[in-house]
Protein backbone atom coordinates (compact mmCIF):
# COMPACT_ATOMS: atom_id res chain seq x y z
CA UNK A 1 0.00 0.00 0.00
CA UNK A 2 1.27 3.85 -0.82
CA UNK A 3 1.00 6.50 0.95
CA UNK A 4 0.78 10.54 -0.14
CA UNK A 5 3.70 12.69 0.92
CA UNK A 6 1.10 14.21 3.12
CA UNK A 7 0.63 10.96 5.17
CA UNK A 8 4.03 10.32 5.18
CA UNK A 9 5.16 13.86 7.01
CA UNK A 10 2.21 13.52 9.51
CA UNK A 11 3.33 10.22 10.78
CA UNK A 12 6.98 11.51 10.66
CA UNK A 13 5.51 14.03 12.71
CA UNK A 14 3.31 12.06 15.14
CA UNK A 15 6.66 9.86 15.89
CA UNK A 16 8.54 12.29 16.71
CA UNK A 17 5.82 13.73 19.24
CA UNK A 18 6.06 10.63 20.57
CA UNK A 19 9.41 9.71 21.11
CA UNK A 20 9.71 13.07 22.71
CA UNK A 21 6.38 12.97 25.02
CA UNK A 22 7.95 10.39 27.36
CA UNK A 23 10.64 12.83 28.82
CA UNK A 24 8.08 14.47 30.18
CA UNK A 25 5.91 11.74 31.18
CA UNK A 26 8.10 9.19 32.74
CA UNK A 27 9.42 12.50 34.94
CA UNK A 28 13.29 12.19 33.63
CA UNK A 29 14.78 15.34 34.60
CA UNK A 30 16.08 18.87 32.55
CA UNK A 31 19.58 19.70 33.40
CA UNK A 32 20.75 23.27 32.76
CA UNK A 33 25.31 23.10 32.34
CA UNK A 34 26.19 26.92 33.69
CA UNK A 35 29.85 26.96 32.68
CA UNK A 36 30.21 29.30 35.73
CA UNK A 37 30.32 29.24 39.71
CA UNK A 38 27.26 29.26 41.68
CA UNK A 39 26.15 32.39 42.85
CA UNK A 40 26.73 34.72 40.05
CA UNK A 41 24.38 36.66 37.53
CA UNK A 42 24.61 33.29 35.08
CA UNK A 43 23.60 31.05 37.75
CA UNK A 44 21.17 33.13 39.16
CA UNK A 45 18.78 33.92 35.99
CA UNK A 46 19.25 30.87 35.12
CA UNK A 47 17.56 29.37 38.48
CA UNK A 48 15.23 31.57 38.11
CA UNK A 49 14.47 30.42 34.52
CA UNK A 50 14.54 27.23 35.25
CA UNK A 51 11.77 27.62 38.08
CA UNK A 52 9.82 29.20 35.94
CA UNK A 53 8.94 26.53 33.65
CA UNK A 54 8.78 24.04 35.27
CA UNK A 55 4.63 23.77 34.79
CA UNK A 56 5.41 23.37 31.33
CA UNK A 57 8.65 21.47 31.44
CA UNK A 58 8.54 19.55 34.46
CA UNK A 59 11.89 19.15 36.97
CA UNK A 60 14.69 21.57 35.76
CA UNK A 61 17.89 21.74 37.50
CA UNK A 62 20.98 23.64 37.27
CA UNK A 63 24.52 21.98 37.28
CA UNK A 64 27.32 24.14 37.75
CA UNK A 65 30.59 22.98 35.75
CA UNK A 66 33.30 25.67 36.05
CA UNK A 67 36.79 25.79 34.55
CA UNK A 68 38.82 26.76 31.25
CA UNK A 69 36.89 29.81 31.06
CA UNK A 70 33.86 28.86 30.71
CA UNK A 71 34.66 26.45 27.86
CA UNK A 72 34.65 23.17 30.02
CA UNK A 73 30.62 23.77 30.78
CA UNK A 74 30.21 24.44 27.16
CA UNK A 75 32.12 21.77 25.59
CA UNK A 76 29.63 18.98 27.88
CA UNK A 77 26.91 20.68 26.57
CA UNK A 78 28.30 19.91 22.73
CA UNK A 79 28.94 16.92 23.57
CA UNK A 80 25.52 15.74 25.44
CA UNK A 81 22.88 13.44 24.23
CA UNK A 82 20.59 15.57 21.66
CA UNK A 83 17.55 14.31 23.51
CA UNK A 84 16.46 17.97 24.92
CA UNK A 85 17.33 16.55 28.22
CA UNK A 86 20.99 18.55 28.74
CA UNK A 87 20.96 21.86 27.82
CA UNK A 88 23.11 24.93 28.98
CA UNK A 89 24.36 28.49 28.93
CA UNK A 90 26.05 29.97 25.97
CA UNK A 91 27.78 33.25 26.51
CA UNK A 92 29.88 36.39 25.15
CA UNK A 93 33.04 34.78 26.38
CA UNK A 94 31.91 30.94 25.87
CA UNK A 95 30.67 31.69 21.86
CA UNK A 96 32.16 35.10 20.99
CA UNK A 97 35.54 35.79 23.27
CA UNK A 98 37.00 32.62 23.68
CA UNK A 99 37.40 30.53 20.22
CA UNK A 100 39.51 33.55 19.16
CA UNK A 101 41.36 33.68 23.02
CA UNK A 102 42.50 30.00 23.11
CA UNK A 103 44.82 28.51 21.04
CA UNK A 104 43.00 25.67 21.15
CA UNK A 105 39.00 24.73 21.61
CA UNK A 106 37.37 21.83 22.42
CA UNK A 107 34.24 22.69 20.58
CA UNK A 108 33.36 25.07 17.55
CA UNK A 109 31.27 27.84 18.83
CA UNK A 110 29.60 28.05 15.08
CA UNK A 111 28.51 24.23 14.46
CA UNK A 112 27.95 22.44 17.45
CA UNK A 113 25.37 23.37 19.38
CA UNK A 114 21.34 24.68 18.40
CA UNK A 115 20.45 27.77 19.73
CA UNK A 116 16.93 27.80 21.98
CA UNK A 117 16.73 31.72 22.67
CA UNK A 118 18.57 34.18 24.03
CA UNK A 119 17.89 35.15 27.68
CA UNK A 120 19.39 38.42 28.74
CA UNK A 121 21.48 41.06 27.86
CA UNK A 122 23.56 43.10 30.76
CA UNK A 123 24.96 47.03 29.82
CA UNK A 124 28.33 47.60 30.87
CA UNK A 125 29.41 50.79 32.31
CA UNK A 126 32.89 53.04 32.03
CA UNK A 127 33.25 53.88 35.57
CA UNK A 128 35.97 55.92 36.85
CA UNK A 129 36.97 56.70 40.61
CA UNK A 130 35.18 59.58 41.58
CA UNK A 131 37.90 60.97 43.29
CA UNK A 132 40.29 61.02 39.95
CA UNK A 133 37.32 62.00 38.46
CA UNK A 134 37.47 65.06 40.26
CA UNK A 135 40.98 66.11 40.33
CA UNK A 136 41.37 65.40 36.65
CA UNK A 137 37.65 67.72 36.06
CA UNK A 138 36.36 64.55 33.90
CA UNK A 139 32.61 64.75 33.99
CA UNK A 140 31.78 63.14 30.59
CA UNK A 141 33.14 60.73 28.10
CA UNK A 142 33.97 63.44 25.59
CA UNK A 143 36.38 64.93 28.77
CA UNK A 144 38.33 61.59 29.35
CA UNK A 145 38.84 61.57 25.70
CA UNK A 146 40.17 65.26 25.19
CA UNK A 147 42.58 64.28 28.44
CA UNK A 148 43.60 61.26 27.25
CA UNK A 149 44.74 62.76 23.96
CA UNK A 150 46.38 65.62 25.99
CA UNK A 151 48.39 63.50 28.35
CA UNK A 152 49.45 60.35 25.96
CA UNK A 153 49.88 56.96 28.44
CA UNK A 154 48.94 58.77 31.46
CA UNK A 155 45.46 56.74 32.23
CA UNK A 156 45.70 53.10 32.58
CA UNK A 157 42.18 51.13 33.20
CA UNK A 158 41.94 47.78 34.80
CA UNK A 159 39.66 44.39 34.00
CA UNK A 160 39.36 40.58 35.35
CA UNK A 161 42.15 39.77 33.32
CA UNK A 162 43.71 39.43 29.27
CA UNK A 163 40.59 38.69 27.59
CA UNK A 164 37.96 39.49 29.63
CA UNK A 165 34.97 40.96 28.65
CA UNK A 166 36.36 44.18 30.26
CA UNK A 167 39.84 44.48 28.88
CA UNK A 168 38.00 43.44 24.83
CA UNK A 169 35.83 46.47 25.85
CA UNK A 170 39.00 48.62 26.76
CA UNK A 171 40.92 48.00 23.34
CA UNK A 172 37.56 48.78 21.81
CA UNK A 173 37.30 52.11 23.30
CA UNK A 174 40.82 53.02 22.57
CA UNK A 175 40.53 51.71 19.04
CA UNK A 176 37.40 53.95 18.82
CA UNK A 177 38.80 57.28 20.24
CA UNK A 178 42.28 57.19 19.21
CA UNK A 179 43.40 56.76 22.44
CA UNK A 180 46.00 54.82 24.42
CA UNK A 181 45.76 53.77 27.78
CA UNK A 182 47.74 51.09 29.51
CA UNK A 183 45.89 47.93 30.45
CA UNK A 184 46.44 46.01 33.82
CA UNK A 185 44.96 42.78 34.41
CA UNK A 186 43.38 41.54 37.24
CA UNK A 187 42.71 37.79 38.37
CA UNK A 188 38.66 38.85 38.19
CA UNK A 189 36.26 40.78 38.26
CA UNK A 190 36.38 41.86 42.00
CA UNK A 191 40.44 42.67 42.49
CA UNK A 192 39.58 45.00 39.08
CA UNK A 193 36.79 46.62 40.84
CA UNK A 194 38.82 47.22 44.15
CA UNK A 195 41.78 48.30 42.45
CA UNK A 196 39.41 51.23 41.08
CA UNK A 197 37.93 51.99 44.07
CA UNK A 198 41.55 52.23 45.53
CA UNK A 199 42.74 54.53 43.25
CA UNK A 200 45.41 52.53 41.86
CA UNK A 201 43.75 52.81 38.12
CA UNK A 202 41.81 55.44 36.61
CA UNK A 203 38.91 53.51 34.77
CA UNK A 204 37.36 50.10 34.08
CA UNK A 205 34.68 49.06 32.25
CA UNK A 206 32.45 46.96 34.16
CA UNK A 207 29.23 45.20 34.73
CA UNK A 208 26.52 47.82 35.21
CA UNK A 209 25.01 45.08 38.05
CA UNK A 210 28.39 44.81 39.54
CA UNK A 211 28.89 49.11 39.48
CA UNK A 212 25.43 50.34 40.27
CA UNK A 213 25.65 50.36 43.98
CA UNK A 214 28.86 52.21 44.03
CA UNK A 215 27.90 54.78 41.38
CA UNK A 216 24.76 55.53 43.11
CA UNK A 217 26.83 55.69 46.36
CA UNK A 218 29.04 58.24 44.91
CA UNK A 219 32.53 56.29 44.79
CA UNK A 220 32.35 56.03 41.06
CA UNK A 221 31.71 58.18 38.35
CA UNK A 222 29.81 56.45 35.64
CA UNK A 223 30.43 58.34 32.15
CA UNK A 224 28.61 55.78 29.60
CA UNK A 225 27.33 52.74 29.36
CA UNK A 226 27.96 50.16 26.45
CA UNK A 227 24.71 49.40 24.80
CA UNK A 228 23.34 51.59 22.13
CA UNK A 229 21.00 52.88 23.94
CA UNK A 230 20.84 54.55 27.58
CA UNK A 231 19.68 51.70 30.37
CA UNK A 232 16.06 52.02 31.94
CA UNK A 233 17.76 51.04 35.06
CA UNK A 234 19.88 54.34 35.06
CA UNK A 235 19.11 56.67 32.20
CA UNK A 236 20.83 59.85 33.54
CA UNK A 237 23.88 57.87 32.11
CA UNK A 238 24.93 58.56 28.91
CA UNK A 239 25.43 55.81 26.08
CA UNK A 240 28.94 55.45 24.35
CA UNK A 241 27.36 55.31 20.86
CA UNK A 242 25.87 59.43 22.01
CA UNK A 243 29.81 60.23 22.10
CA UNK A 244 31.25 57.25 19.80
CA UNK A 245 29.39 56.71 17.26
CA UNK A 246 27.90 53.02 16.39
CA UNK A 247 29.80 52.01 19.74
CA UNK A 248 28.22 49.10 21.08
CA UNK A 249 29.34 45.95 23.00
CA UNK A 250 27.46 44.55 26.49
CA UNK A 251 27.25 41.47 28.30
CA UNK A 252 24.87 38.45 26.99
CA UNK A 253 23.70 34.53 27.49
CA UNK A 254 21.28 32.17 26.40
CA UNK A 255 20.38 28.70 26.03
CA UNK A 256 21.25 26.52 23.55
CA UNK A 257 21.56 22.26 22.89
CA UNK A 258 23.33 20.06 21.22
CA UNK A 259 23.78 20.16 17.47
CA UNK A 260 21.78 17.29 16.58
CA UNK A 261 18.39 17.76 18.85
CA UNK A 262 15.31 17.39 17.00
CA UNK A 263 14.22 20.76 15.61
CA UNK A 264 10.97 19.98 17.23
CA UNK A 265 12.72 20.01 20.58
CA UNK A 266 13.68 23.13 20.02
CA UNK A 267 10.57 24.46 19.34
CA UNK A 268 9.17 22.91 22.75
CA UNK A 269 12.02 24.39 24.64
CA UNK A 270 12.26 27.60 23.08
CA UNK A 271 8.41 28.34 23.54
CA UNK A 272 8.52 27.14 27.22
CA UNK A 273 11.64 29.49 28.01
CA UNK A 274 10.52 32.75 25.81
CA UNK A 275 6.70 32.13 27.91
CA UNK A 276 8.75 32.47 31.54
CA UNK A 277 11.17 35.46 30.07
CA UNK A 278 8.27 37.30 29.27
CA UNK A 279 6.17 36.81 32.96
CA UNK A 280 6.64 40.39 35.35
CA UNK A 281 7.98 37.81 38.01
CA UNK A 282 10.73 37.21 35.75
CA UNK A 283 11.44 40.71 34.56
CA UNK A 284 11.74 42.32 38.10
CA UNK A 285 13.78 39.41 39.03
CA UNK A 286 15.92 39.97 36.21
CA UNK A 287 15.64 44.10 37.04
CA UNK A 288 17.05 43.60 40.24
CA UNK A 289 20.27 42.78 38.46
CA UNK A 290 19.77 45.59 36.09
CA UNK A 291 19.53 42.86 33.05
CA UNK A 292 17.09 42.98 30.05
CA UNK A 293 15.07 40.15 29.28
CA UNK A 294 15.50 39.51 25.33
CA UNK A 295 13.74 35.84 24.55
CA UNK A 296 13.47 35.24 20.67
CA UNK A 297 13.82 32.82 18.53
CA UNK A 298 16.28 30.12 17.71
CA UNK A 299 17.06 31.62 14.09
CA UNK A 300 17.61 35.19 15.60
CA UNK A 301 19.86 34.00 18.74
CA UNK A 302 21.71 31.92 16.45
CA UNK A 303 22.41 34.98 13.70
CA UNK A 304 23.17 36.97 17.01
CA UNK A 305 25.86 34.88 18.22
CA UNK A 306 27.10 34.27 14.75
CA UNK A 307 27.87 38.12 14.25
CA UNK A 308 29.10 38.53 17.90
CA UNK A 309 31.65 35.50 16.97
CA UNK A 310 32.81 37.53 13.96
CA UNK A 311 32.79 40.97 15.47
CA UNK A 312 34.95 39.41 18.58
CA UNK A 313 37.25 37.81 16.17
CA UNK A 314 39.30 41.57 15.33
CA UNK A 315 39.01 42.88 18.56
CA UNK A 316 40.69 39.90 20.35
CA UNK A 317 43.74 39.95 17.62
CA UNK A 318 43.98 43.59 18.04
CA UNK A 319 44.30 43.13 21.90
CA UNK A 320 46.95 40.84 21.47
CA UNK A 321 45.08 38.43 24.07
CA UNK A 322 46.05 34.90 23.86
CA UNK A 323 45.25 31.53 25.91
CA UNK A 324 47.66 28.85 25.16
Same mark, same amino acid.
Given at each position: ?????? *????????????????????????????????????????????????? +????????????????????????????????????????? =????????????????????? *???????????????????? =???????????????? $?????????? +????????????????????????????? *????? @??????????????????????????????????????????? +????????????????????????????????????? *????? $??????????????????????????????? +????? @??????
Amino acid at each position: MSITRR *QFAASTLALSATAWAPAWAQGKTIRIIVPYAAGGPIDVTARALAERVKD +SLGTVIIENRPGAGGNLGADLVAKAAPDGLTIGIAATATHA =INPWLFAKMPYDASRDFAPIT *QMLRVPNVLVMNAETAQRLK =INTLADLVAYAKANPA $KLNFGSGGNG +SAGHLAGEMFKRAAGIFAVHIPYNGGNPA *QLALL @SGQVDFNFDNLATAAANIKAGRLKALAVTTGQRSSALPDIPSM +SETLKDFEIDTWWGLVAPAATPRDVVERLNKAFVAAL *QTPET $KTRFGQLLAEPVGNTPEQFGAFMKKELTRYE +SVVKT @SGAKVD
